[in-house]
């Protein structure tokens, strides 16, 4: 990992810690109690260490983040230091997979099976080994599996928080392959108050792109929301859907691994969709996805936003919406494209100072060319890409379009000297001046050179025959390529090939001959 990426994870992970304090709307005695609960809480540094955040260090984070906002977060970049480890960090790695493989292994056993697997357990003691097994959650009671209790809860206003999750769709024709089926994905965002959904949508795949556009829709809909709730799923876990919200001032949340019911309510809408669109969509005809969001959005509309919700007092979800609706905190066009930007390491091209994005060329400046740099981009808006260095913007650059000429470039003028003198390359030539000449090659003879005609005629007698004209071609091409050519040369090689093979063979064979013979020479 270099050093940009370790900025970014120690910016992401200060954000995390006092997001609560930024993004809820909170009470002062409602502060007090989330300010003791970050202070008491153990947090995993981005170093892997688990330990807790000092309050002042707390203090000082929310001070430079008011003032500055997320850039405020970003630590100065400074060369790396090290640090000095007990355990090594591949030795740990193997403890702890053990402890969580079984969580009633105790430490002492776990470190004889890494002796029996042919470990070096020199570094480990049992009491280091354990309090890192601790730092790491790796405990035998965090680890106990057991029924939980849940109790139903819900936020008090609208945009508090809103849930997320993705689904399997209906089967539709593979836009590649007519003669194929290809189940589509549903992305879902719904609020956590109203049960509006606030944005929800077919696709042909739940990548990052498609969860992007998705809630980047559901902003300018409905507004900013204070929190999400996702899942454990890998997408959401991205690097970039954190740097978005971290932009937006948008904390994330996350249920508690293999406990959907922490966000029973987008489970429970998702339910909805399948027991009363799906079944009508399976048998409706439907074949592309933009015909299947289009009778998606009219149910939507009219079959659950208008429907009374029994967890509403016998409201609609809109009714419940429009209760809060002065509440909210809207997002301009221009935040929201600056805030779902995709983000990628790229380096520019050395010879074109282009630089490659999901299969497009953008031309950037010419002292770019070489240098790795990072670019930021909006898949709905494909004409140009951002391009930063060590966390500064540099320049717009557009996208690359291929022209039937070159732009000129930069000569020097007539009465610009060739190249700048060097007094390396004087010394080198003053040393030639000193040096004697070596012995001169002896002159050839000029009858013992042949020319093209000589050349032909010395094949013709010594094929005895008369050549057609497609000989008497590969035989001109092969003298432009090797002349000059020494009469006893050829006369010998030639001779050597018809006493061998006789003068009936295809003129290829000779000239393959000949031609060896003069590279052995």
Not at 81 to 101: D, F, M, N, V, Y
Not at 344 to 371: C, E, F, M, P, W
């Amino acid at each position: 990992m270099n050093e940009i990426d370790d900025r970014l994870k120690t910016a992401l992970f200060r954000y995390g810690v006092i997001a609560p304090l930024v993004c809820r709307r909170l009470k002062p005695e409602e502060a007090r109690e989330v300010r003791a609960e970050i202070f008491n809480q153990l947090w995993e540094y981005p170093g892997g260490q688990v330990r807790t955040v000092p309050e002042r260090t707390v203090r000082h984070w929310l001070q430079r983040y008011r003032k500055h906002g997320f850039d405020g977060l970003f630590d100065e970049f400074r060369s790396d230091r090290g640090s000095c480890k007990t355990i090594p960090t591949e030795l740990l790695a193997k403890a702890e997979q053990l402890r969580r493989e079984e969580p009633s292994r105790s430490v002492s056993m776990i470190i004889r099976l890494l002796e029996k697997s042919g470990t070096d357990t020199e570094a480990l003691r049992e009491r280091t080994l354990a309090r890192q097994l601790v730092n790491r959650g790796a405990t035998k009671q965090l680890l106990k599996k057991g029924a939980g209790s849940y109790q139903r809860w819900e936020q008090l206003y609208a945009n508090d928080l809103w849930q997320g999750d993705t689904a399997h769709g209906i089967w539709l024709r593979d836009p590649q392959d007519p003669n194929k089926s290809k189940k589509c994905k549903l992305i879902v965002f719904i609020d956590d108050a109203s049960r509006v959904c606030t944005h929800a949508e077919f696709y042909a795949d739940e990548q990052l792109p498609s969860l992007v556009d998705c809630f980047g829709k559901a902003l300018l809909n409905y507004g900013r929301p204070c929190r999400l709730l996702f899942d454990n799923a890998f997408i959401y876990h991205s690097t970039t859907l954190a740097t978005m919200c971290a932009e937006l001032g948008i904390e994330i949340s996350f249920c508690r691994p293999r406990a959907p019911q922490g966000k029973g309510k987008v489970e429970r809408f998702i339910r909805t969709v399948q027991e009363s669109f799906y079944k009508e969509a399976h048998h409706a005809g439907i074949d592309s996805l933009s015909e299947l969001n289009a009778r998606f959005r009219s149910w939507l509309a009219e079959e659950y936003h208008k429907k009374q919700h029994s967890a509403l007092e016998e409201r609609t979800p809109q009714q419940r919406w429009e209760q809060d609706i002065k509440r909210l905190s809207l997002v301009t066009q221009e935040e929201l494209r600056r805030a779902l930007m995709l983000r990628a390491r790229r380096k520019v091209h050395i010879n074109t100072a282009t630089v490659s994005v999901d299969g497009r060329d953008y031309q950037a400046s010419a002292d770019l060319a070489g240098q790795e740099l990072e670019v930021r981009w909006n898949p709905n808006y494909p004409e140009s890409v951002e391009l930063w260095l060590l966390g500064e913007f540099i320049e717009v650059a557009s996208e690359y379009q291929v022209k039937p000429w070159v732009e000129p470039r930069h000569k020097p003028a007539a009465d610009e000297p060739s190249g700048l003198p060097y007094d390396s390359s004087k010394a080198y030539m003053q040393g030639l001046l000193s040096t004697q000449p070596g012995p001169t090659l002896t002159a050839l003879k000029a009858d013992e050179l042949l020319s093209c005609g000589e050349f032909v005629k010395l094949f013709a007698g010594q094929l005895e025959r008369q050549l057609v004209q497609q000989e008497l071609d590969r035989l001109g091409d092969f003298f432009k390529r090797f002349a000059p050519l020494r009469r006893d040369a050829v006369a010998t090689s030639l001779a050597r090939a018809v006493f061998v093979k006789g003068p009936e063979l295809h003129i290829r064979y000779y000239l393959e001959q000949l031609e060896q013979s003069l590279r052995r020479r």
